[in-house]
């Protein structure tokens, strides 16, 4: 039903190569330094600038804040500004000897105004709460949290209406991004909820409704917004395929190089083709400038870890140490990702390319899940992933993973691939 109003609608059938681009991740995954500069926080007339440098330069940054007015120092920086009755651009450059690096944020004192046309063929499906909503389990032995709360207006960035669309837009490309192969026994409506204790948003695929849980955070500015397409990412390939979800299955120790790894492409790829059709999907300019600040830092933060993989000798990992506290499986998810993404959105098929990796990947079966779980196994957790990045970019991809230090087993591989040949 939801695939049938997008395509009468032409919002996913057109391909992108008949359209003029106008967005793209590519350019972004090359090496550009090691300065990374967060979203500012505004106390008043104070801003505070964060931030991180991965060389640990001895000379002091250069924060230029704007207006008219620069300091030296190391993060985090602040300034108060003399007129909030405008926006500035702050510019943080990093010295390095004979070479600099410069990273700009916004500071936007002056809310923007958030605009949309709620298009009649994106069915509503995400709710913002305003109070506790109870949850129920699809998951025996899944519990979910009991201090999930709402969200009052005056903490959201983005009106309430505003945001809900948004997040209905990536719901609608999701589930076509899966096929409409996603299990429903939690409904499809989803719902965001706060939970100030965390410090971040996670996924509550196993509820019923399904659910969210971010910190207040992360809708107090709308850089969030790509971090919510990434939750809302575990929730649905997670409940996918409908026949032998994910969840349950591919979580818990050996969760990254399937669950997280999807996470991120459907994150990416929902930014991708929002940001491409920000006028078919009725998305006001504020929205789709707010969205493209989000889902570029969010894709040169991929782009980074997977260099640090790379110069870290690929340490290739599938699976967490139990009771360690270190994530060695992270730069293998994120390296995933990106391969992935880069090769998609160079080819400008993000959609193609997503729905066929989705095709193979549910396949899964209850032999796969037995072969998966073995915790020396990495061969099979690698070789899934990689026939399924074939079957979605359409070439051969095990090369490039060997080259990465991925453990491929040629005979699953044909099997893999025979599956989609049928």
């Known amino acids: ?38 979203e500012p926080t505004i106390a008043g007339a104070r801003v505070t600038v964060n931030g991180v440098d991965a060389a640990r330069p001895g000379t002091p ?29 702050v510019t943080v450059t990093a010295h390095y000897g004979d070479r600099t690096d410069a990273r700009s944020v916004q500071v936007s004192f002056v809310k923007p105004t958030f605009t949309y046309r709620r298009d009649p063929g994106i069915p509503k499906r995400v709710r913002v709460a305003v109070r506790p909503v109870p949850l129920a389990t699809t998951m025996p032995g899944y519990r979910p949290p009991t201090d999930l709360l709402g ?5 959201l960035a983005v009106p309430r209406d505003a945001l809900e669309y948004a997040l209905d837009v990536g719901h609608a490309i999701q589930m076509d991004l899966c096929n409409g192969d996603v299990d429903t026994s939690g409904g499809l409506d989803q719902v965001v909820l706060n939970q100030p204790s965390f410090g971040g948003a996670f996924s509550l695929w196993f509820t019923r409704p399904v659910a969210m849980g971010a910190n207040p955070g992360y809708l107090s500015n709308i850089a969030g917004l790509s971090s919510l397409y990434h939750e809302m990412g575990h929730n649905i390939t997670l409940n996918s395929p409908a026949c032998y979800r994910f969840g349950g299955k591919t979580d818990g120790p050996m969760n990254t190089i399937v669950s997280e790894a999807l996470a991120q492409i459907m994150q990416h790829a929902t930014a991708w083709l929002i940001l ?16 493209e600040r989000s889902a570029t830092r969010a894709f040169e933060g991929m782009a980074r870890s997977h260099r640090d993989y790379v110069a870290q000798g690929c340490p290739f990992a599938t699976r967490q ?30 959609r ?18 037995r072969r998966y779980q073995i915790p020396e196994n990495d061969a099979f957790r690698a070789t899934f992933m990689v026939a399924a990045i074939s079957h979605g970019l359409q070439r051969d991809m095990r090369p490039r993973f060997r080259e990465l230090r991925f453990p491929i087993d040629d005979a699953v591989y044909a099997e893999m691939m025979a599956r989609v040949r049928q």
């Open 151 to 155: 969200f009052d207006d005056s903490g």
């Open 61 to 89: 940054f250069t924060f230029d804040w704007g207006d008219g007015s620069a300091s030296r120092g190391f993060f985090p920086g602040q300034h108060v500004y003399a007129d909030t009755s405008r926006n500035y651009t």
């Open 321 to 350: 140490q139990p009771g360690s506290k270190q994530d060695r499986t992270f730069g293998t998810f994120m390296t995933v990702a990106f391969v992935f993404v880069e090769g998609a959105d160079r080819a400008g098929d993000l």
């Open 276 to 291: 491409n059709h920000p006028d078919r999907y009725g998305l006001g300019p504020a929205l789709a400038e707010g969205l």
């Open 352 to 369: 193609g390319a997503t729905k066929r990796l989705m095709r193979l990947l549910q396949t899964f079966s209850a032999e796969d899940h």
């Open 1 to 38: 039903m939801i695939l049938a109003a997008l395509m009468i609608l032409g919002i996913l059938a057109t391909p992108l190569d008949a359209m003029q681009r106008r967005f793209t991740f590519a350019e972004l995954g090359k090496d550009t330094g090691t300065l990374s500069v967060g």
